[in-house]
Protein backbone atom coordinates (compact mmCIF):
# COMPACT_ATOMS: atom_id res chain seq x y z
CA UNK A 1 0.00 0.00 0.00
CA UNK A 2 2.66 2.14 1.51
CA UNK A 3 4.83 1.83 -2.17
CA UNK A 4 1.95 2.85 -3.96
CA UNK A 5 1.54 6.12 -2.46
CA UNK A 6 5.30 7.02 -3.05
CA UNK A 7 4.94 10.29 -5.71
CA UNK A 8 6.48 9.74 -9.37
CA UNK A 9 9.76 11.51 -10.22
CA UNK A 10 8.08 13.80 -12.72
CA UNK A 11 5.70 14.90 -10.68
CA UNK A 12 8.28 15.85 -8.24
CA UNK A 13 10.89 17.46 -10.64
CA UNK A 14 8.10 19.88 -11.46
CA UNK A 15 7.88 21.72 -8.41
CA UNK A 16 11.44 22.16 -8.59
CA UNK A 17 13.23 25.17 -9.38
CA UNK A 18 14.03 25.65 -13.24
CA UNK A 19 17.83 26.78 -13.16
CA UNK A 20 19.07 23.77 -11.30
CA UNK A 21 20.47 21.07 -13.53
CA UNK A 22 18.21 18.26 -15.05
CA UNK A 23 20.49 15.78 -13.74
CA UNK A 24 21.07 16.83 -10.22
CA UNK A 25 17.49 17.18 -9.80
CA UNK A 26 16.60 13.61 -10.67
CA UNK A 27 19.89 12.45 -8.72
CA UNK A 28 18.35 13.89 -5.60
CA UNK A 29 15.20 12.80 -6.65
CA UNK A 30 16.42 9.03 -6.52
CA UNK A 31 18.17 8.78 -3.87
CA UNK A 32 14.98 10.53 -1.74
CA UNK A 33 12.83 8.28 -3.11
CA UNK A 34 15.16 4.98 -2.45
CA UNK A 35 15.50 6.39 1.19
CA UNK A 36 11.26 6.05 1.37
CA UNK A 37 11.84 2.58 -0.10
CA UNK A 38 13.80 1.44 2.29
CA UNK A 39 12.31 3.02 5.14
CA UNK A 40 8.96 0.89 3.85
CA UNK A 41 10.52 -1.90 3.99
CA UNK A 42 12.32 -1.67 6.97
CA UNK A 43 8.95 -0.77 8.80
CA UNK A 44 10.58 2.84 10.00
CA UNK A 45 8.04 4.65 8.02
CA UNK A 46 4.66 3.64 8.14
CA UNK A 47 2.95 7.38 8.35
CA UNK A 48 1.02 7.49 4.70
CA UNK A 49 1.44 11.45 5.51
CA UNK A 50 5.30 11.62 4.80
CA UNK A 51 4.91 10.39 1.73
CA UNK A 52 2.55 13.62 0.70
CA UNK A 53 4.37 15.38 -2.77
CA UNK A 54 4.27 18.36 -0.71
CA UNK A 55 6.27 16.38 2.17
CA UNK A 56 8.24 14.75 -0.18
CA UNK A 57 9.36 18.04 -2.54
CA UNK A 58 10.35 19.83 1.05
CA UNK A 59 12.68 16.90 1.37
CA UNK A 60 14.22 16.65 -1.88
CA UNK A 61 14.83 20.61 -1.79
CA UNK A 62 16.36 19.93 1.44
CA UNK A 63 18.84 17.70 0.15
CA UNK A 64 19.21 19.36 -2.90
CA UNK A 65 19.95 22.58 -1.11
CA UNK A 66 22.75 20.49 0.93
CA UNK A 67 24.56 19.29 -2.58
CA UNK A 68 24.71 23.60 -3.91
CA UNK A 69 26.29 24.89 -0.84
CA UNK A 70 29.95 25.17 -1.13
CA UNK A 71 31.53 21.81 0.52
CA UNK A 72 34.60 23.99 2.33
CA UNK A 73 32.72 26.54 4.02
CA UNK A 74 32.94 28.57 7.49
CA UNK A 75 32.20 27.49 10.88
CA UNK A 76 32.26 28.90 14.30
CA UNK A 77 35.34 27.01 16.47
CA UNK A 78 34.67 26.64 19.94
CA UNK A 79 36.75 23.82 20.90
CA UNK A 80 39.76 26.72 22.22
CA UNK A 81 42.49 24.98 20.34
CA UNK A 82 43.79 27.83 18.06
CA UNK A 83 46.16 26.80 15.32
CA UNK A 84 43.66 23.80 14.43
CA UNK A 85 44.87 21.57 11.80
CA UNK A 86 41.34 20.61 10.88
CA UNK A 87 39.46 23.66 11.03
CA UNK A 88 42.05 25.52 8.44
CA UNK A 89 45.05 26.23 11.04
CA UNK A 90 45.12 30.07 11.00
CA UNK A 91 42.95 32.91 10.00
CA UNK A 92 43.69 36.11 8.30
CA UNK A 93 42.86 39.67 9.13
CA UNK A 94 40.35 41.36 6.90
CA UNK A 95 42.63 44.12 5.66
CA UNK A 96 45.30 41.22 4.59
CA UNK A 97 42.62 39.65 2.34
CA UNK A 98 41.67 42.67 0.76
CA UNK A 99 45.19 43.10 -0.61
CA UNK A 100 44.61 39.10 -1.73
CA UNK A 101 41.86 39.87 -3.39
CA UNK A 102 43.34 43.28 -5.35
CA UNK A 103 45.75 40.52 -6.52
CA UNK A 104 43.36 37.78 -7.52
CA UNK A 105 41.30 40.21 -9.70
CA UNK A 106 43.80 42.42 -11.13
CA UNK A 107 47.05 41.50 -13.03
CA UNK A 108 49.56 42.22 -10.70
CA UNK A 109 54.10 42.25 -11.22
CA UNK A 110 53.96 39.19 -9.99
CA UNK A 111 56.98 38.10 -11.93
CA UNK A 112 57.77 41.53 -13.30
CA UNK A 113 60.40 44.06 -12.47
CA UNK A 114 58.35 47.48 -12.35
CA UNK A 115 61.82 49.21 -12.69
CA UNK A 116 63.74 47.74 -15.07
CA UNK A 117 60.79 47.07 -17.25
CA UNK A 118 61.31 43.33 -17.94
CA UNK A 119 61.24 39.81 -16.03
CA UNK A 120 61.42 39.79 -12.30
CA UNK A 121 61.04 37.37 -9.60
CA UNK A 122 58.03 36.28 -7.64
CA UNK A 123 60.33 35.53 -4.59
CA UNK A 124 61.02 39.21 -4.58
CA UNK A 125 58.08 40.08 -2.66
CA UNK A 126 58.70 38.54 0.46
CA UNK A 127 62.54 37.85 0.66
CA UNK A 128 63.60 41.77 1.42
CA UNK A 129 60.87 41.94 4.23
CA UNK A 130 61.83 38.19 5.87
CA UNK A 131 65.09 39.16 5.40
CA UNK A 132 64.71 42.40 7.69
CA UNK A 133 62.64 40.61 10.44
CA UNK A 134 65.13 37.90 10.76
CA UNK A 135 67.81 39.07 9.88
CA UNK A 136 68.76 36.45 7.49
CA UNK A 137 70.83 36.72 4.22
CA UNK A 138 68.36 35.17 2.00
CA UNK A 139 64.81 33.64 1.92
CA UNK A 140 62.56 31.51 0.12
CA UNK A 141 59.13 30.91 0.44
CA UNK A 142 57.07 27.45 -0.62
CA UNK A 143 53.76 25.61 -0.12
CA UNK A 144 54.46 24.29 2.75
CA UNK A 145 56.60 23.53 5.15
CA UNK A 146 56.84 20.07 4.22
CA UNK A 147 57.61 21.23 1.11
CA UNK A 148 60.62 23.45 2.32
CA UNK A 149 62.33 20.47 4.40
CA UNK A 150 62.01 18.08 1.55
CA UNK A 151 63.22 20.76 -0.82
CA UNK A 152 66.31 21.58 1.00
CA UNK A 153 67.50 18.18 1.74
CA UNK A 154 67.14 17.26 -1.78
CA UNK A 155 69.04 19.98 -2.59
CA UNK A 156 71.96 19.98 -0.09
CA UNK A 157 72.25 16.33 0.92
CA UNK A 158 70.83 13.92 -1.66
CA UNK A 159 72.95 10.82 -1.56
CA UNK A 160 74.52 12.42 1.34
CA UNK A 161 74.18 11.41 5.11
CA UNK A 162 72.27 14.11 7.50
CA UNK A 163 72.74 13.92 11.30
CA UNK A 164 69.86 13.98 13.07
CA UNK A 165 69.41 13.32 17.48
CA UNK A 166 67.02 10.27 17.59
CA UNK A 167 65.22 12.42 20.18
CA UNK A 168 63.91 14.79 17.39
CA UNK A 169 62.74 12.21 14.51
CA UNK A 170 59.18 13.31 14.69
CA UNK A 171 55.77 12.08 13.10
CA UNK A 172 53.53 15.24 12.36
CA UNK A 173 50.76 13.53 11.10
CA UNK A 174 49.18 13.46 7.95
CA UNK A 175 52.38 10.76 7.10
CA UNK A 176 55.03 13.75 7.40
CA UNK A 177 58.07 11.59 9.30
CA UNK A 178 61.18 13.27 9.33
CA UNK A 179 62.79 9.49 8.69
CA UNK A 180 60.20 8.91 5.23
CA UNK A 181 61.11 12.65 4.67
CA UNK A 182 64.59 12.26 4.42
CA UNK A 183 64.22 9.02 2.52
CA UNK A 184 62.01 10.39 -0.58
CA UNK A 185 64.25 13.39 -0.54
CA UNK A 186 67.59 10.83 -1.27
CA UNK A 187 69.23 11.91 1.78
CA UNK A 188 70.49 8.84 4.06
CA UNK A 189 69.29 9.98 7.77
CA UNK A 190 72.14 8.82 10.38
CA UNK A 191 70.24 8.77 13.78
CA UNK A 192 72.75 9.65 16.67
CA UNK A 193 71.74 9.88 20.58
CA UNK A 194 69.03 8.20 22.20
CA UNK A 195 65.46 8.79 22.57
CA UNK A 196 65.70 11.18 25.98
CA UNK A 197 69.92 12.36 25.30
CA UNK A 198 71.97 13.59 22.67
CA UNK A 199 75.25 14.62 23.40
CA UNK A 200 77.32 16.58 20.97
CA UNK A 201 80.07 13.91 20.93
CA UNK A 202 77.33 11.74 19.30
CA UNK A 203 77.09 14.34 16.18
CA UNK A 204 80.67 14.43 16.40
CA UNK A 205 81.54 10.40 16.30
CA UNK A 206 78.78 10.50 13.07
CA UNK A 207 80.22 13.27 10.76
CA UNK A 208 82.77 11.37 8.21
CA UNK A 209 83.71 12.71 4.27
CA UNK A 210 80.00 11.78 3.39
CA UNK A 211 78.13 13.83 5.97
CA UNK A 212 76.08 16.54 4.13
CA UNK A 213 74.40 18.56 7.00
CA UNK A 214 73.61 18.41 10.94
CA UNK A 215 70.07 19.08 11.47
CA UNK A 216 67.69 19.78 14.17
CA UNK A 217 64.16 19.03 14.29
CA UNK A 218 61.85 21.18 17.05
CA UNK A 219 59.63 18.31 18.55
CA UNK A 220 56.59 20.15 17.83
CA UNK A 221 53.54 17.53 19.47
CA UNK A 222 55.66 16.02 21.72
CA UNK A 223 57.87 16.11 24.73
CA UNK A 224 60.63 14.20 26.61
CA UNK A 225 60.64 15.22 30.01
CA UNK A 226 62.67 13.72 32.78
CA UNK A 227 66.48 12.53 32.39
CA UNK A 228 67.19 14.34 29.31
CA UNK A 229 69.70 16.57 27.67
CA UNK A 230 70.06 17.79 23.88
CA UNK A 231 72.64 20.10 21.81
CA UNK A 232 72.43 23.75 21.59
CA UNK A 233 72.24 25.31 18.27
CA UNK A 234 75.16 27.21 19.39
CA UNK A 235 77.18 24.24 19.86
CA UNK A 236 76.13 22.68 17.08
CA UNK A 237 76.89 25.23 14.45
CA UNK A 238 80.60 25.71 16.32
CA UNK A 239 81.28 21.68 15.43
CA UNK A 240 79.65 22.04 11.99
CA UNK A 241 82.03 25.19 11.62
CA UNK A 242 85.30 23.04 12.95
CA UNK A 243 84.26 20.38 10.22
CA UNK A 244 82.86 22.81 7.21
CA UNK A 245 79.53 21.24 7.53
CA UNK A 246 76.26 23.28 7.98
CA UNK A 247 73.58 23.48 10.27
CA UNK A 248 70.26 23.61 9.47
CA UNK A 249 66.75 23.44 12.00
CA UNK A 250 63.23 22.89 11.21
CA UNK A 251 61.69 25.01 13.25
CA UNK A 252 57.98 23.92 12.45
CA UNK A 253 55.66 26.42 14.09
CA UNK A 254 58.30 29.01 13.60
CA UNK A 255 57.52 32.01 15.54
CA UNK A 256 58.48 35.50 14.95
CA UNK A 257 57.72 37.47 18.22
CA UNK A 258 58.57 35.95 22.06
CA UNK A 259 55.58 34.97 23.50
CA UNK A 260 57.27 34.27 27.23
CA UNK A 261 55.85 37.76 28.41
CA UNK A 262 52.55 36.29 27.93
CA UNK A 263 53.02 33.42 30.09
CA UNK A 264 54.50 31.23 27.60
CA UNK A 265 57.58 27.96 28.00
CA UNK A 266 60.49 29.57 25.99
CA UNK A 267 60.76 28.22 22.58
CA UNK A 268 63.69 29.92 20.08
CA UNK A 269 62.45 32.24 17.91
CA UNK A 270 63.08 32.53 13.96
CA UNK A 271 65.68 35.23 14.77
CA UNK A 272 66.80 33.44 17.79
CA UNK A 273 68.09 30.08 15.78
CA UNK A 274 69.66 32.24 13.06
CA UNK A 275 71.57 34.26 15.56
CA UNK A 276 72.71 31.03 17.61
CA UNK A 277 74.26 29.61 14.15
CA UNK A 278 71.65 27.86 12.36
CA UNK A 279 72.76 28.45 8.35
CA UNK A 280 69.25 27.50 7.28
CA UNK A 281 66.01 27.57 9.16
CA UNK A 282 62.46 26.33 7.56
CA UNK A 283 59.01 27.03 9.36
CA UNK A 284 55.06 27.05 8.21
CA UNK A 285 53.44 30.16 7.33
CA UNK A 286 50.20 28.89 8.67
CA UNK A 287 51.02 27.59 12.62
CA UNK A 288 51.98 29.97 15.03
CA UNK A 289 52.85 32.74 12.53
CA UNK A 290 48.78 33.21 11.92
CA UNK A 291 49.39 33.68 8.04
CA UNK A 292 48.18 31.68 4.63
CA UNK A 293 49.48 28.01 3.82
CA UNK A 294 53.43 28.58 3.24
CA UNK A 295 56.95 27.43 3.79
CA UNK A 296 59.80 29.82 5.00
CA UNK A 297 63.31 28.91 4.25
CA UNK A 298 65.51 31.70 5.67
CA UNK A 299 69.02 31.51 6.06
CA UNK A 300 72.93 31.68 4.46
CA UNK A 301 72.28 33.12 1.19
CA UNK A 302 74.63 30.51 -0.56
CA UNK A 303 72.25 27.72 0.60
CA UNK A 304 69.42 29.80 -0.52
CA UNK A 305 70.62 30.30 -3.79
CA UNK A 306 71.13 26.45 -4.26
CA UNK A 307 68.17 25.84 -3.23
CA UNK A 308 66.31 28.49 -5.54
CA UNK A 309 67.71 26.71 -8.47
CA UNK A 310 66.39 23.47 -7.57
CA UNK A 311 63.92 21.73 -10.25
CA UNK A 312 62.02 20.13 -7.70
CA UNK A 313 61.67 24.40 -6.48
CA UNK A 314 59.12 25.06 -9.16
CA UNK A 315 57.06 21.62 -8.31
CA UNK A 316 56.31 23.33 -4.53
CA UNK A 317 56.10 26.59 -5.69
CA UNK A 318 53.89 29.44 -3.55
CA UNK A 319 50.65 30.62 -5.15
CA UNK A 320 50.13 34.22 -5.95
CA UNK A 321 47.24 34.47 -3.72
CA UNK A 322 48.99 32.98 -0.92
CA UNK A 323 52.47 35.19 -1.75
CA UNK A 324 50.40 38.49 -1.49
CA UNK A 325 48.75 36.94 1.83
CA UNK A 326 51.93 36.31 3.33
CA UNK A 327 53.65 39.97 1.99
CA UNK A 328 51.11 41.31 4.21
CA UNK A 329 50.84 39.57 7.09
CA UNK A 330 54.96 39.71 7.06
CA UNK A 331 54.66 43.48 6.87
CA UNK A 332 52.33 43.67 9.87
CA UNK A 333 55.41 42.13 12.15
CA UNK A 334 57.37 45.30 11.90
CA UNK A 335 55.80 46.31 14.67
CA UNK A 336 55.39 42.84 17.21
CA UNK A 337 52.85 44.67 19.46
CA UNK A 338 50.42 44.85 16.29
CA UNK A 339 50.94 41.51 15.26
CA UNK A 340 49.94 40.95 18.75
CA UNK A 341 46.73 42.72 18.30
CA UNK A 342 46.12 42.46 14.45
CA UNK A 343 46.90 38.80 13.46
CA UNK A 344 44.27 36.60 14.86
CA UNK A 345 46.27 33.41 15.68
CA UNK A 346 48.46 35.77 17.92
CA UNK A 347 45.67 37.77 19.47
CA UNK A 348 43.69 34.65 20.61
CA UNK A 349 47.39 32.73 21.84
CA UNK A 350 47.97 36.12 24.26
CA UNK A 351 44.39 36.61 25.37
CA UNK A 352 44.82 36.69 28.94
CA UNK A 353 42.37 34.43 31.33
CA UNK A 354 40.33 37.62 32.51
CA UNK A 355 39.41 38.14 28.68
CA UNK A 356 37.89 34.88 28.57
CA UNK A 357 35.95 35.04 31.40
CA UNK A 358 34.58 38.73 30.01
CA UNK A 359 33.65 36.56 26.87
CA UNK A 360 31.96 33.27 28.52
CA UNK A 361 29.61 36.06 30.48
CA UNK A 362 28.98 37.86 27.05
CA UNK A 363 27.80 34.40 25.32
CA UNK A 364 26.03 33.21 28.84
CA UNK A 365 24.53 36.71 28.72
CA UNK A 366 22.98 36.51 25.57
CA UNK A 367 21.80 32.36 25.97
CA UNK A 368 20.04 33.01 29.09
CA UNK A 369 17.94 36.01 27.50
CA UNK A 370 16.48 33.45 25.21
CA UNK A 371 15.37 31.28 28.23
CA UNK A 372 16.06 27.99 26.59
CA UNK A 373 13.94 25.03 28.34
CA UNK A 374 15.75 21.35 29.77
CA UNK A 375 19.02 23.06 30.00
CA UNK A 376 21.68 24.94 32.44
CA UNK A 377 23.80 27.93 31.20
CA UNK A 378 27.15 27.81 33.76
CA UNK A 379 30.80 28.34 33.41
CA UNK A 380 34.06 26.24 33.73
CA UNK A 381 37.59 26.71 33.83
CA UNK A 382 39.45 24.42 30.69
CA UNK A 383 42.30 24.85 29.29
CA UNK A 384 42.58 26.01 25.97
CA UNK A 385 45.11 24.69 23.51
CA UNK A 386 47.79 26.24 20.93
CA UNK A 387 47.22 23.19 18.36
CA UNK A 388 48.88 22.77 14.99
CA UNK A 389 51.11 20.38 16.39
CA UNK A 390 52.88 23.25 18.34
CA UNK A 391 53.86 23.60 21.96
CA UNK A 392 51.76 20.50 23.37
CA UNK A 393 52.55 21.28 27.00
CA UNK A 394 51.72 24.95 26.89
CA UNK A 395 47.68 25.10 29.01
CA UNK A 396 46.26 28.32 28.28
CA UNK A 397 43.96 29.02 31.25
CA UNK A 398 40.41 29.91 29.97
CA UNK A 399 37.11 30.03 30.89
CA UNK A 400 34.26 28.34 29.01
CA UNK A 401 30.07 28.51 28.68
CA UNK A 402 28.93 24.96 29.71
CA UNK A 403 25.38 24.11 28.91
CA UNK A 404 24.15 20.95 30.92
CA UNK A 405 21.08 18.98 30.75
CA UNK A 406 18.43 18.08 32.58
CA UNK A 407 18.30 14.54 31.17
CA UNK A 408 14.28 14.14 30.87
CA UNK A 409 14.37 11.44 28.41
CA UNK A 410 12.45 13.80 25.65
CA UNK A 411 14.43 16.18 26.29
CA UNK A 412 17.64 17.40 24.74
CA UNK A 413 20.81 15.71 25.81
CA UNK A 414 24.61 16.82 24.87
CA UNK A 415 25.12 14.44 22.07
CA UNK A 416 22.59 14.90 19.81
CA UNK A 417 23.09 19.07 20.43
CA UNK A 418 26.51 18.27 19.63
CA UNK A 419 25.33 16.73 16.66
CA UNK A 420 23.12 19.72 15.56
CA UNK A 421 24.99 22.14 15.90
CA UNK A 422 27.59 20.51 13.27
CA UNK A 423 25.37 20.41 11.01
CA UNK A 424 23.93 23.53 11.88
CA UNK A 425 24.50 26.64 9.08
CA UNK A 426 27.69 27.55 10.08
CA UNK A 427 28.44 24.76 11.86
CA UNK A 428 29.56 25.04 15.40
CA UNK A 429 32.63 22.34 16.55
CA UNK A 430 32.26 22.28 20.54
CA UNK A 431 33.11 19.84 22.84
CA UNK A 432 31.61 17.66 25.31
CA UNK A 433 32.88 16.72 28.38
CA UNK A 434 30.93 15.21 31.04
CA UNK A 435 27.90 14.57 29.62
CA UNK A 436 28.19 18.92 29.35
CA UNK A 437 28.87 20.76 25.93
CA UNK A 438 31.55 22.80 26.75
CA UNK A 439 31.84 26.59 24.12
CA UNK A 440 35.32 27.86 24.52
CA UNK A 441 35.42 31.68 23.49
CA UNK A 442 38.96 32.35 23.03
CA UNK A 443 38.76 30.59 19.56
CA UNK A 444 35.13 32.42 18.48
CA UNK A 445 35.64 35.52 16.82
CA UNK A 446 33.88 38.87 17.98
CA UNK A 447 31.51 39.05 14.82
CA UNK A 448 30.55 35.56 15.93
CA UNK A 449 28.93 35.91 19.18
CA UNK A 450 25.23 36.77 17.64
CA UNK A 451 25.18 33.90 15.26
CA UNK A 452 26.59 31.48 18.09
CA UNK A 453 23.86 32.17 20.23
CA UNK A 454 21.15 31.50 17.63
CA UNK A 455 23.33 28.15 16.71
CA UNK A 456 23.46 27.11 20.05
CA UNK A 457 19.40 27.88 20.40
CA UNK A 458 18.25 25.94 17.32
CA UNK A 459 20.59 23.02 18.14
CA UNK A 460 18.86 22.86 21.49
CA UNK A 461 14.96 23.18 20.65
CA UNK A 462 15.74 21.24 17.34
CA UNK A 463 15.68 18.56 19.53
CA UNK A 464 13.13 16.42 22.13
C1 LIG B 1 54.15 21.23 11.08
C2 LIG B 1 55.54 20.81 10.85
C3 LIG B 1 55.99 20.53 9.55
C4 LIG B 1 55.08 20.62 8.35
O1 LIG B 1 54.70 21.92 8.11
P1 LIG B 1 53.48 22.24 7.11
O2 LIG B 1 53.56 23.71 6.91
O3 LIG B 1 52.25 21.76 7.78
O4 LIG B 1 53.76 21.48 5.85
C5 LIG B 1 57.30 20.14 9.38
N1 LIG B 1 58.12 20.01 10.44
C6 LIG B 1 57.72 20.26 11.70
C7 LIG B 1 58.71 20.09 12.82
C8 LIG B 1 56.43 20.68 11.95
O5 LIG B 1 56.01 20.94 13.20
Known amino acids: MLFKKIP ?14 HTLKVSVCRQVLDNLRSQISSGTLTDPEALELDRVVEKVSQ ?26 RSLLPEDVFQQIFQVAVNYSNLEYDLEAGKRGSRYSHVEELLCELTGAESALV ?77 QSNFAVVGFTSKVSMSDLKELGKRHGIP ?37 SGDKMLGGPQAGIIVGKAELVDKIKKNPMNRAVRIDKLTLAGLEAILAIYRRPE ?118 IKKAIEGVG
Open 247 to 283: VIEDLGSGNLVDLTPYGFMHEPTVQESLKAGADLVSF
Open 338 to 455: EALRRIPTLRMLSMPYEETKKRAERLARRLRKMKLGGVKIGYRDTISRVGGGAMPLQELKSRAVVISFEGASSGPDAARVERRLRAGDPPVIARIEDEEIMFDLRTVQDREFPVLAQC
Open 63 to 88: VLEKRLRPSLRPLINATGVVVHTNLG
Open 142 to 218: VNNNAAAVLLTLETLARGKEVIVSRGELVEIGGSFRIPDVMARSGAILREVGATNRTHLRDYENAINENTALLMKVH
Open 8 to 21: KTDKILERLPKDIP
